[in-house]
């Protein structure tokens, strides 16, 4: 591949705001957050085109304390082609 095609490659990734999964240790009780889920059981909650712009996402959600599941401290900002997204 050359250095053309590489670039037309990292233009075509894109990057999603990743939450993780909520869950109780009983069937009462608060809701949590699963950080240790498989990536592919997680929420996309938001699309970004640029990583930057999805991390700043993802800590002002975390700063302002809004969507428990993003404001955990567990979402992440995932590329759309890692490949831990795809389910085996």
Not at 20 to 31: A, E, K
Request: aromatic letters at 10%; proline letters at 6%; charged letters at 20%.
């Amino acid at each position: 591949m050359n250095l053309r095609h590489t670039a037309v490659a990292l233009a075509l990734v894109g990057w999603y705001l990743m939450a993780p999964p909520q869950t109780r240790t009983w069937w009462v009780g608060p809701q949590r957050s699963d950080g240790a889920a498989p990536l592919s059981r997680w929420t996309n909650e938001q699309s970004f085109d640029k990583a930057d712009v999805c991390e700043a996402a993802r800590l002002a959600a975390q700063q302002n304390g809004g969507d428990a599941a993003i404001g955990s401290g567990y979402a992440l900002c995932v590329a759309t082609d890692d490949p831990r997204l795809k389910s085996f």
